[in-house]
């Protein structure tokens, strides 16, 4: 089975540049772009069984990387 991974810079090309500059510019940015790529690795850990956990909190985890995904996007757009 293929895990991908669904980093910003893969997800979000386009906008490589503009992550970079608010992860070095805006806190809170960096700070919600630092939480996204935790919750995506324990995303990653759980799906390839390295981790076990129930399949809630697996979904639970994949709803919060969404969010926290839809409040950068929403900062790179602004930005």
Do not use: C, W
């Amino acid at each position: 089975m293929k895990i991908d991974r669904h980093s910003l810079a893969i997800e979000l090309p386009e906008y490589k540049e503009q992550i970079h500059q608010l992860k070095m510019e805006n806190a809170h940015f960096s700070k919600l772009f630092d939480d996204y790529h935790e919750i995506d690795h324990q995303v990653i850990r759980i799906e390839k069984g390295i981790e076990n956990t129930s399949d809630e909190f697996l979904e639970k985890l994949k709803k919060q990387r969404l969010s926290l995904k839809d409040q950068l996007f929403d900062m790179l757009k602004a930005a």
